[in-house]
């Protein structure tokens, strides 16, 4: 039987300009399971792919299409669920996910046949043994919702242990290497040594995930990144930095075994702060970029957050990071009350502050967050699409949604000139354009189905 699996196609501008584009590694765990099991899988990657999905349909024609996404891919996602039952009415579909998981009831639609809440790799393969073997009870699957006399039933979820994932059968990746990048660093690979966050940060969808915080063992780590064929690496944990003891043997591992790679990772800036040691120690074993949640400038709104940081630690991150020559990628969130003067404060603060790369967010409750229902009822759209932390969904309390927009975006360039002379950008020249430009096109002619 074949199955094919499906991200689907990219919904805002930066996602087409493709600065930071991570292989889909949910859908190589995926694939390497339907390969035990005997299927015959393929990879969908509409960020990348010149092919129509209809044209990948009928010249397939699998047995399961399985498809995963963010919430801005809700909408395609359903299409993507309608054009696959319309071409083929006895497919099987289901949908997976960081946003079904916790969102799981939005894909309660006729033509969707089963939606995953879990990161289970066994409940996968259970799935699949079930279809092969024309079974029809879906009752002990992990975190499986499924359908029953039309009526849809929730299977109890139980959180899953990291250690259960296989090492990825990476032959999409190698096959096109060329399209993952993360920014300066082409052919980067993705791995994961963690699920979730131990910590508690009520705007953070993250924590919310995999029912509890999983480590994986650093042998099987190790493992992994030997095997890689490339020379970059993206670890994808909601946070890495966490026990100081794990990630000494993480180092001690990489310099016993010579690893010679370029590492990104997500760390706190609490962490950082309060482990100089260990972080130039990351530093000298490959560690490049240190992708950490400065969120804000003002302690009140740290608070608000409930990161449990302070601006001061902030600072001492940035600084202990500049001084060993690392970069710290800071992601800020803009808070809709923000007025013209806190844009332009903001801003000399970054540069006061030697701020180099900087990632700025629109504040967005994210469905499934704990603060999300504080403001449901103040949503000003429904469109999922809007939810990409570059859009309001909130109205702003200081400017109009119209100069809230021209502020944003004037500070968004003013860092992005200001980051440029860091260099890091010098791979997006005139051929890069030509290039985005025309998958652009080629994307909106196909009209992304």
């Known amino acids: 039987?074949?199955?094919?699996?499906?991200?689907?196609?990219?919904?805002?501008?930066?996602?087409?300009?493709?600065?930071?584009?991570?292989?889909?590694?949910?859908?190589?765990?995926?694939?390497?399971?339907?390969?035990?099991?005997?299927?015959?899988?393929?990879?969908?990657?509409?960020?990348?792919?010149?092919?129509?999905?209809?044209?990948?349909?009928?010249?397939?024609?699998?047995?399961?299409?399985?498809?995963?996404?963010?919430?801005?891919?809700?909408?395609?996602?359903?299409?993507?669920?309608?054009?696959?039952?319309?071409?083929?009415?006895?497919?099987?579909?289901?949908?997976?996910?960081?946003?079904?998981?916790?969102?799981?009831?939005?894909?309660?639609?006729?033509n969707t046949d089963f939606v995953f809440r879990s990161e289970d790799m066994n409940a996968f393969g259970e799935l699949l043994e079930n279809i092969t073997e024309s079974n029809t009870n879906f009752s002990k699957i992990n975190g499986l919702c499924w359908r029953k006399n039309n009526k849809w039933i929730?299977?109890?979820f139980v959180p899953v242990d990291i250690n259960t994932l296989p090492i990825p059968d990476r032959s999409f990746f190698y096959k096109n290497k060329k399209w993952f990048r993360y920014i300066d660093l082409e052919e980067t690979a993705t791995i994961k040594t963690a699920l979730s966050c131990p910590y508690d940060c009520n705007f953070c969808y993250c924590t919310q995930l995999a029912g509890k915080y999983s480590v994986r063992d650093i042998d099987k780590v190790m493992q992994e990144i030997e095997s890689l064929d490339c020379e970059n690496i993206l670890i994808a944990d909601d946070l890495f930095l966490f026990n100081e003891k794990r990630i000494w043997n993480f180092i001690d591992e990489i310099k016993r075994r010579k690893i010679n790679k370029k590492f990104i990772c997500y760390g706190r800036a609490d962490y950082i702060a309060s482990h100089p040691n260990q972080i130039k120690a990351l530093v000298e074993a490959g560690f490049v970029y240190?992708?950490?949640?400065?969120?804000?400038?003002f302690d009140n709104e740290l608070n608000e957050y409930n990161k449990q940081i302070t601006v001061d630690v902030n600072l001492q991150c940035i600084k202990l990071l500049d001084e060993l020559n690392a970069r710290c990628f800071a992601l800020m969130i803009v808070?809709?009350?923000?007025?013209?003067?806190?844009?332009?404060?903001l801003y000399k603060w970054i540069v006061k502050n030697k701020v180099q790369y900087v990632t700025l967010s629109i504040f967005t409750p994210m469905p499934g967050t704990k603060i999300f229902k504080d403001y449901q009822d103040k949503l000003t759209t429904k469109d999922c699409t809007y939810w990409d932390f570059l859009h309001l969904v909130l109205k702003p309390t200081r400017l109009p949604a119209i100069r809230f927009?021209?502020?944003?975006?004037?500070?968004?360039?003013?860092?992005?000139?200001?980051?440029?002379?860091?260099?890091?950008?010098?791979?997006?020249?005139?051929?890069?354009y030509i290039r985005v430009i025309l998958n652009y096109i080629c994307q909106k002619l196909r009209r992304e189905l």
């Open 290 to 297: 240190f992708l950490v949640g400065i969120e804000s400038s």
């Open 1 to 110: 039987m074949k199955i094919l699996l499906v991200r689907p196609a990219a919904v805002n501008i930066l996602q087409h300009l493709q600065v930071i584009n991570s292989e889909p590694l949910e859908l190589e765990y995926l694939y390497t399971i339907a390969k035990e099991h005997k299927w015959i899988p393929l990879i969908y990657d509409g960020f990348n792919c010149k092919k129509s999905l209809t044209r990948m349909l009928k010249e397939f024609q699998p047995d399961l299409i399985g498809i995963t996404g963010y919430i801005t891919q809700e909408n395609l996602i359903l299409k993507y669920v309608d054009l696959a039952k319309k071409i083929n009415p006895n497919i099987k579909t289901i949908i997976g996910g960081v946003h079904a998981q916790l969102n799981y009831k939005n894909f309660y639609i006729d």
């Open 405 to 432: 927009y021209y502020e944003f975006y004037k500070l968004t360039y003013k860092l992005y000139k200001y980051t440029q002379k860091t260099g890091i950008f010098n791979f997006m020249n005139f051929h890069y």
């Open 335 to 345: 808070p809709i009350d923000a007025d013209k003067s806190y844009f332009d404060n």
């Open 154 to 156: 929730q299977n109890e």
